[in-house]
């Protein structure tokens, strides 16, 4: 059943065109140009995980101290979705305690799991441009390739 405004309309819950093309920009900005892309030497954690439905292959690397992450970087090959999301993700990282990695990557994996509300939570930052994604389930795995390394790098530490 649609819904219809007090005038009688339906009212248009798409995605409007213009914050579709900003969206596309960003990702393919974090793509073309990736964060936080470079070996770290002296890490503390690091995993590699891969995609074999597509290809993709992601690495993450992590310098923990005192239980915030103080360097995180990436590497692999993927499609633009898991290359800007990895970019994305270690961008948001950057000096957060492993709590707060934790609460991000699940309300990053609630956004890709379709949940509105996580689509418009502002602390997500550019990372909510992959909300499209969710439409997408062969594209979900993609983006929450890193987002996977990430947690099960953590998640011994958090708990």
């Known amino acids: 059943m649609d819904e219809t405004s007090q005038n009688g309309r339906p009212i248009d819950r798409s995605v409007p065109s213009s ?60 499609c633009s979705i898991s290359m800007a999301s990895a970019s994305m993700m270690t961008h948001q990282l950057m000096g957060k305690t492993l709590a707060e990695a934790t609460e991000l990557t699940s309300r990053f994996t609630e956004m890709l799991h379709g949940d509105p509300d996580a689509a418009e939570d502002e602390t997500l930052g550019d990372l909510r441009a992959l909300a499209g994604v969710s439409k997408f389930p062969v594209r979900i795995k993609c983006a929450l390739l890193c987002w996977n390394c990430l947690d099960e790098l953590i998640e011994p530490e958090s708990a």
């Not at 974090?30 to 936080?36: I, K």
């Not at 030497?41 to 310098?63: K, M, Q, S, W, Y």
């Open 19 to 78: 914050l579709y093309q900003l969206f596309q920009e960003v990702i393919l900005d974090h793509y073309r140009r990736p964060r936080n892309k470079s070996p770290i030497e002296d890490a503390t954690h690091r995993i590699t995980l891969n995609n074999p439905l597509c290809g993709d292959v992601v690495e993450v690397v992590l310098v923990v101290e005192n239980d915030r992450i103080a360097n995180v970087g990436f590497g692999g090959k993927g």
